[in-house]
Every structure is written in structure tokens, then in C-alpha cells.
């Protein structure tokens, strides 16, 4: 039996991985949130808070084992993306316990966020452990339909919770938000429906004052989606998922096509549906009206929630009052720890600390996007540009809808509110993201070993 030789000189070009560089910043990641946790407490008590240990060593122990599973799984993933979310979701614990501290606002949530992030990074691992290889995911493009459709739908059955119906109830678990789920969902359909129809999306169109506008037969999904979000919005009052869902859609189809036609075609149907809708809708009416109106008078006699996020952003000015020497107990009735918590960090960090935070998410959006820009086949790129447009969609409309930018739509910030659909969601999304990261930065494979190559080659090792 011969014995096969492999004496060629060109080999695999080693990329560094950069798992060390994420370890180095995971540890910021962890002692920075410590750090805020004691701030409050000596701020509120004059001591350290009594599960102080308890935060610092569960948050390291997440902290590790998601770091040792991305050395062993996805070695070449982007190594800022687990850093971030894991202080976004450390500061978002301290930001609820803190309020947590104001009686007048309810029971306490910190012990429940943290175990609703904990089944989220229990989920994050199972994501990298399950999903070796991203492309798997476009065999399910119409089954991913059909779930993100029964998620979307499901809440119209159940009761509504201060006017919107985008709740479930489940006996032992509690309250979830399906269409958390169905934002990550719906963008694996969108990923693979324009992975086959985006040629004809792009080149079959007619020129018009100097636009392509598509075929009426192309038009058939940007209908039905534009018709989906106005039955969301009519029927469970839930502008934000609405937006969210539509925008997700001309995001991905612009990317798909290049196509400046279709951004123009869906924000015409977009403002034609909010205003058609805001002239019935009596929830969609007030928060419209709220929002242009901030400092009249509420329904129920009181200061508006607009108005009240307002007065918090300016009692912070540029540094803040403090972590724990805010104002938070005056908040009342406009759930300070989920859709507004963004005046408490407005108010206790001050528009440095508040700029800090939306930084932390402008950093995640853009290397959401720089991987989409990285990955090597057509359907990582447009998932990876869904997942990321989707994020960036929603921390959009939180953080407009606080600052009085755009009228408030009902939705949670990630990692940083109370909500354990939203924090498992996202934690599920980044995995994805970081998935996708680490095929496209991971090296080539070596090539065979060819004689006729040996020929070409002047020097032997």
C-alpha cells in the first residue's frame, strides 16, 4: 500500500478567533453592573446591598459558561456581541431592582428578570448547541410562517392588559408576548422567501419618473404584510409589534432588491395605514393625541406619561441625579420598569449615562450588520440584516416613543426592561446572530493535496 505524502506548502490562513478579547470584555461586563448594584444600595441605605455576593457570582458563573460554550462552539464569532447583551441585561437587573426599592411602584420583579434571563442564556446555549450550521433554518421558510402567523394571532384570544391584547396566559409560567418570539421567527421567512423571489422582485419592474415600481403580480406580499400589520394594530391594538413586523419586511426587501422603489411603496402604505387606522382606533387616538399634546391634562385628570418622562430626562440635565436618587416613586401608572424605564435612566444617569446605553445599542446593531455584510451565502446576509434590523426596529421605537420622538407603541426595551418574553427572545436572537458570525469568520478549509501543485513550487519544506 502506497503511502500518500502531503508536502505542499499552502495551508489553511488561521484567523484569530478573539475569544480572549471577549473574556477581557465579559469581565467588564460583569463588574460594571456590581458595581451599579452597590452604588444603589449605599445610595438607598447608606450600605451594600445584602445580595451584592449573590448578583456578582451568578452573574459571573452566566458569564463563564456562555464564554466556555463559545470557545468549544462557535470559536469564531464575533467577540463583542456576548459582552454587550450580558451589560445591557446586568444593568437592566440593577435598573429594576432599584426600582424595586420604591414601594408605591408594585411588587418586585427583580427575582423574576432573573430568572426569566436565566432560562434566556439557558436558551442562547441551547441555540449555539442545536443550530451547528445557519442555512438548516431556510428548509423551514413556510413552516416559519405559519408558527410566526399562530404567535401573532394567538392574543386576540386571550383578555387584553391596559388596552392592547398581546399577552398569553399560561397556567404555572405566567404571561408571555408571543410576537417577541415571532419577530425572530418571521425573519427566517422573510430570509428565505426573498432568497428565491428577489430577482424577480429587482429586475421585473416598469420605469416610472424615475422609479421602478414593481409588477402588480410582485405586489402580492407587500399587500398581504401591509394588510397583516393593520389587522395586528385593529385587533390587539399593538402599534408597536405592527411597526415592527412592516418595517422588518421593507428593510429586508430593500436589501434583497437595492430597490429604493419599495422603501417609497412601503412607507406610502405605512403612513395610508396609521392614518387610516388612528381615525377609528380610540387607543391608537390618544396616544397620537398625547404625544402632540404632552403637557395637557390626561383622561383621568393627571399629567400625561409623556409628560412625566419629560420632567425626568430634564431633573437629570447632563449627569444625573445619581443610581438610587431619582425621583422614581412620582412615576406613577406608566410602568416605569418595562415601557419607561429609559426617564429612570434618563434621570438617574443623565443624558451622559442615557447616551451611553443607546451607544451599547448602536454597537450591537452594527456588528449584527457587519456580520450580514461578512456572511458568505445570501441567506445568512438577509437573516443576519432581519435579526438586526428587527432590534434596532424596537429599541427605535422605545427610545422615540419615551423621548416623545414618535408616539408611545407599548413594546419593551431589550435586555434592559422587565419582561421575561423579551429578555429570552433577544437572548435567542443574538445567539442566532453570533451563529451566523462564526461560519462567516471562519476560516477556509485547507486545500487538497495536489501533485500538479508540488510541480509549481521552487522550494520544498
Known sequence: MS???????????????????????????????????ANVGLAKDGTLPTG????GVGLTLLAGITHLMMRKFAKYADPLMLPIATLLNGLGLVFIWRLDQEPSLGKAMAPNQLMWSTVGVALFLAVLLVLKDHRVLQRYTYISMVVALVLLILPMFFPGVNGAKIWISIPGVGSLQPGEFAKIIIAIFFAGYLMVKRDALALASRRFMGMYLPRGRDLGPILAI????????IFETDLGTSLLFFGLFVIMLYVATERTSWVVFGLTLSAAGAVGVASFASHVQTRVHNWLNPLELASNGGVTETAQAMFSFGSGGLFGSGLGQGYSKFILGIAPKSDYILATVGEELGLTGLMAIILLYGLLIERGIRTALAARDPFGKLLAIGLSGAFALQVFVVAGGVTGLIPLTGMTMPFLAQGGSSVIANWALVAILLRISDTARRPAPAPAPSPDAEMTQVVRP
Open 3 to 37: 503511502v500518500v505524502t502531503n508536502t505542499t506548502t499552502i495551508g489553511a490562513i488561521e484567523a484569530p478567533s478573539r475569544r480572549n478579547t471577549e473574556l477581557i470584555l465579559l469581565a467588564f461586563a460583569v463588574i460594571i453592573p456590581v458595581f451599579a448594584y
Open 52 to 55: 451584592m455576593l449573590g448578583y
Open 226 to 233: 401591509w394588510a397583516l400589520s393593520l389587522m395586528i394594530l
